[in-house]
């Protein structure tokens, strides 16, 4: 994913937009200050002011093929046996 924008004006609604870049669909998505603790936070920030891809893990809600909503749960380590080739390709 790549992180499109972070709006963090109102702490009590805190939102990102994330960006599949497999299939350029956006995902506008709100969730609590606690991700925003820690390294989450700064993995979400590094990855908006450099524009590069980030892996996160998602809950996604789907309902007759379309995306109805989506949750980030967390930032994570690219999955091991997976080469930094990925993240040049979308580059």
């Given amino acids: 994913m790549k992180v499109v924008a972070i709006n963090t004006t109102d702490p009590l609604d805190l939102q990102i ?3 599949d870049p497999s299939t350029q669909a956006q995902h506008r998505m ?3 200050d606690d ?3 820690g390294e989450s936070r700064h ?5 908006l002011e450099k524009r590069s891809l980030l892996w996160v893990e998602l809950a996604i ?4 093929g379309e995306a109805r ?8 380590d690219r999955p091991a046996g997976l080469t930094a080739e990925i993240d040049d390709q979308e580059e």
Avoid: G, M
Avoid at 61 to 64: L, R
Avoid at 69 to 76: N, Y
């Fill in 61 to 64: 809600k789907e309902i007759d």
């Fill in 17 to 19: 937009v994330l960006l």
């Fill in 43 to 47: 993995k979400l920030f590094e990855a």
């Fill in 30 to 32: 709100k969730f609590k």
């Fill in 69 to 76: 909503s989506v949750q980030l749960l967390r930032t994570v």
């Fill in 35 to 37: 991700l925003f603790a």
